[in-house]
């Protein structure tokens, strides 16, 4: 049994939509093609999702691959953001640097790194319990690679980030063993 951690592929951004309501993009929809052809999929037994739009998307054609319904847990939610709301590219990924960097502290009102890895970690303990096959979390980059962080035993660091939306990691949930780190999902080369 392995847990394969999913983010979401590209979204399309509307900056007058909150972010949670943000859905995929042409480009994003386009990905999830790539995704459903993983050789993983068929061995499915339970797909789990954030709340947010973009990663309940994912998650639906996911489990319609393969005749599941979708489970939702906030708990696997992104890092709450709501203090800044949208923020264009550059000062988002500056204050992501800051989240990750300073992860005892509340960036810009931001929830603590911390505390969103404590909280993916324990939604990601309910999504295995009782699961008879592998698993898919669906979630978003910044707590996937909180989850990572934890998994790995390693500090809260940046460096672990997905290599872009629409990316995969794997674990053993018995173990802990990262079976596999982030690999992005689209066309082979």
């Known amino acids: 049994m392995l847990v394969h951690v999913v983010t979401h592929p590209e979204v399309r951004v509307e ?60 708990g696997l939610g992104e890092n709450d953001r709501s203090a800044t709301g949208f923020l264009p590219p550059a000062e988002f990924e500056a204050v992501a640097d800051a989240f990750f960097a300073r992860p005892e502290e509340s960036v810009r009102g931001w929830e603590r790194a911390v505390d969103a890895q404590t909280r993916v970690v324990a939604a990601a303990g309910r999504a295995v319990a009782g699961a008879d096959g592998d698993v898919a979390l669906v979630c978003h980059g910044g707590v996937g690679t909180l989850l990572l ?40 080369g």
Do not use: N
Request: hydrophobic share 45%; glycine share 8%; charged share 20%.
């Open 149 to 188: 962080c934890a998994l790995l035993g390693v500090p809260v660091d940046r460096r672990l980030d997905q290599p872009g939306q629409g990316s995969v990691f794997a674990y053993d949930p018995v173990s802990g063993r990262v079976a596999h780190p982030w690999v992005r999902i689209g066309p082979p």
């Open 15 to 74: 900056p007058e939509v909150p972010v949670p309501q943000w859905g995929l993009s042409d480009a994003g929809r386009d990905r999830l093609r790539f995704l459903l052809a993983q050789p993983w999929v068929p061995r499915l037994a339970r797909v789990v999702a954030s709340t947010e739009r973009k990663a309940v998307e994912t998650a639906a054609a996911l489990a319609a691959t393969v005749g599941l319904p979708v489970a939702v847990d906030a």
